[in-house]
């Protein structure tokens, strides 16, 4: 029997199968690989000493810890309504449902810099809300709060999008039996539905996380760039660039790539369990 790993499925020719892999080898290459090694190498051009001061500056320390808080506050408010999402949409069928799926992608569609501006439009200090949060002293914008929003706005549709296909995927078939056992909601959801979504819950909080701590323009808009108050991690890495601190950029920089790598090799965990777990319910 011939396995199926190493069944040919089309009829080009052993050429054409090479040329096209060493098409894609080499753009990956060239606008991957190499632009992600340039960091690393940038930031380690004038040695270890200064890499390390450029992290331990108080600037730079501040934007790390903004970056860590509002990904600690946006990710579990995103995964919390990725899961209420994906159960409401895949679960129940109700008038909206189609509107509902269009919301959940808005921001891929809207650019994060139009976003930001409807929150300054929203919460500025001439917004529609501006004058009752200026007269009850609460600061939004140019704030923590702003960031936050605007990063759980971005960040929002990534869990739902990961878990919505794969509970429509696996149909109601399970809960309908536990409901005739007698369970109820939340034991459904912890007994059943929850280990059957684990790994694309795993993978959706992991490419939330990722945006989060990444996230430039919506952040940039409501943030005010006030260096070691409201600059995340990739607004430090403008400044300093813009400052011409190009070691210093590129080492902040070196985490934020550090992070995608992370990110990539967290997900072929994922994979690699997620595949493992089907193949032995199968």
């Known amino acids: 029997m011939i396995s199926m790993s190493t069944r040919t499925v089309t009829t080009e020719s052993t050429l054409i199968r090479w040329l096209l892999t060493s098409v894609a080898v ?21 040695g270890w000493e200064v890499f390390l ?106 869990v739902a999008r990961e878990l919505i296909p794969l509970m429509e995927s696996q149909g109601t078939d399970q809960e309908e ?22 790994w694309g819950l795993l993978y959706g909080v992991l490419l939330c996380n990722a945006r989060a701590m990444g996230e430039f323009g919506a952040v940039s808009v409501v943030s005010g760039h006030i260096r070691g108050k409201t600059n995340t991690l990739p607004l430090h890495v403008e400044v300093l660039y813009n400052e011409y601190q190009f070691s210093a950029a590129f080492a902040c920089a070196s985490l934020l790539a550090f992070l995608a790598i992370f990110t990539l090799g967290m997900k072929s965990v994922v994979e690699h369990f997620s595949g493992h777990s089907a193949n032995g319910r199968h």
């Open 26 to 46: 080499a753009f990956l290459t060239l606008f991957l690989l190499m632009p992600l090694a340039a960091v690393f190498i940038e930031a380690l051009r004038r």
């Open 53 to 158: 001061a450029s992290l331990h500056e108080e600037a730079a320390l501040s934007a790390v810890k903004l970056t860590l808080i509002t990904a600690a506050v946006a990710v579990p408010l995103n995964t919390i309504f990725g899961i209420a999402a994906a159960w409401a949409i895949t679960k129940h069928r109700f008038r909206g449902r189609p509107l509902l799926l269009s919301l959940i992608d808005l921001p891929f569609a809207v650019s994060p810099v139009i976003a930001g501006l409807v929150f300054v439009l929203l919460f500025g200090a001439k917004g529609w809300f501006g004058p009752w949060l200026a007269e009850h002293d609460v600061k939004i914008i140019f704030a923590l709060p702003g960031i936050i929003i605007a990063t759980v706005f971005i960040t929002f549709p990534f």
């Open 177 to 198: 039996a536990a409901v005739t056992l007698g369970a109820r909601g939340w034991q459904i959801f912890r007994r059943v539905t929850l280990p059957n979504i684990k």
